[in-house]
Nanobody, 114 residues
């Protein structure tokens, strides 16, 4: 059973924008935060942005001012609006839904051409 599904990745030119979406199954109970992570080839997975069910957010320094995380708690959905994309943003982006445990999506590829 797939519990977390990301969508919205793709190929975009540097300076462009993409909006990622992540939908979590309603069977996941007690969610307290949803986050986006990314992993570039040859690099460790890193936290990009996180939002709590209370609306608090936190961002990696590398994306502050360019990316915005938002959520719709009623729909168990989190979004990542990515603007002013750079080649170094190229990575597989993963959604993580946390409560009693953390559930991961399968990832969506974002490729930024310079």
């Amino acid at each position: 059973q797939v519990l977390v599904v990301e969508s919205g990745g793709g190929l975009v030119q540097a300076g462009g924008s993409l909006n990622l979406s992540c939908a979590a199954s309603r069977s996941i109970l007690g969610i307290n935060s949803m986050a986006w992570h990314r992993q570039a080839p040859g690099k460790q997975r890193e936290l990009v942005a996180i939002i709590t069910t209370g609306g608090s957010t936190n961002y990696a320094d590398s994306v502050k001012g360019r990316f915005t995380i938002s959520s719709d708690n009623a729909k168990n959905t989190v979004y990542l609006q990515m603007n002013s994309l750079k080649a170094e943003d190229t990575a597989v982006y993963y959604c993580a839904v946390s409560g009693v445990r953390t559930y991961w999506g399968q990832g969506t590829q974002v490729t930024v051409s310079s």
